[in-house]
């Protein structure tokens, strides 16, 4: 039987490159931007990052991802530093990892094997663990072919089958057996939660939506007076926690979920689509956004994504623009050749943007500095009374 094991063991003294392509159309910038935030993602599995390759290339190629004289220069590299991982910005095809691997000698992850491996690392619940358990089988079932290459084949008739053959035969039942009890074990626990959410009664529902590491946990301990866990690592919160809220005197519950981020795998969407229910239930979804990083826009475009993947896309909307502390303004040049998206406004200016132009209202905040807060209950308070007023419309809190 297979051995399920981490894609990464999370040693500190381990060391990684990594590589991205730059397809016809895109800015080298932005690649840039995508690998700052791979880096990231390695930093929270605990490997250090190391040196970057890129390669301007109209899709990847077929066998090595990267072109071969480019992979030829990056396991050179990888010889002469003696790097522990070879980190990809895409999802690569078995083949793709089992060529690359042979040519670099060391082992070969791509983007969605980090993603996964973090939310293993992350999983503290049975529910969390069984999800995340769930979406590393449906990732490792079409990569088990390559675990068996150094197996021999031997030609034959009937019943002459090589040993490689006979052992992926086996595996492959083993890990489909494996994904039909996970998906039992998820179906009862589903019936649980939902269980769950109905004894909670009519109470409105807000439910933290946003990227990952933007912040939700520290507002949802701000507003609920909790200690929910919060740190500057991408995914600190797998597990939905629902607190109660009351502002004023109007009670609410309130939840934090787990964040979304670019190409978040299909497997783990598909794992996490029941925990993903607070989401869909909700009344009210707040929307938190780090005003302070650079590609914030392409964020919320990620999360307004995933919210149409999930069936969310229609519930009502509180944009939360939050870290005004950290959003640094620099002086634009007119004439010289920067980007327009490339600007940094001022919070003045972005508040004065489309932000607030569009009908879903928004506000600009510092969960670390406790800045607007105060408005931020004010804000909530309007929109749970309403909400309130029309489930109860026989309480007098209002009045």
Known sequence: MIKKEQIIKGHKEETAVFV???????????????????????????????????QKLEKPNSRTYVGRGKLEEIAAHIEENEVDYLIFDD??????????????????????????????QRAKTAY??????????????????????????????????????????????????????LKEQLKKIDRQMASQRGNRGSLVRISLVGYTNVGKSTIMNLLAKSDVFAENKLFATLDTTVRKVVIENVPFLLSDTVGFIRKLPTQLVESFKSTLDEVREADILMHVVDISHLNFEEHIRVVNQTLLEIGA??????????KIDAYHHEEYDVFSMQEKKLINYTIDELKESWMSKEHTPCIFISAKERTNIDKL?????????????????FDNFLW
Do not use: C
């Open 20 to 54: 991205a392509l730059i397809p016809q159309g895109v800015d080298e910038r932005e690649v840039n931007e995508y690998l700052d935030e791979l880096k990231f993602l390695a930093e929270t599995a605990g490997i250090k990052g190391g040196k970057r390759f890129t």
């Open 91 to 120: 999802e690569l095809s078995p083949s793709q990892l089992r060529n690359i691997e042979q040519t670099v000698g060391i082992r070969v992850i791509d983007r969605t094997g980090l993603i996964l491996d973090i939310f293993a």
């Open 128 to 181: 969390a663990k069984t999800q995340v358990e769930l979406a590393q089988y449906q990732y490792l079932l079409p990569r088990l072919t390559g675990m068996w290459t150094h197996l021999e084949r031997q030609r034959g008739g009937i019943s002459m089958r090589g040993p490689g053959e006979t052992q992926l035969e086996t595996d492959r039942r083993i890990v489909l057996d494996k994904i039909s009890k």
């Open 313 to 322: 896309q229609e519930k009502p909307l509180f944009m939360v623009f939050n």
């Open 377 to 393: 209950r004010s804000d909530l308070y309007k929109m749970v009374a309403e909400i309130h007023a029309g489930r109860y419309p």
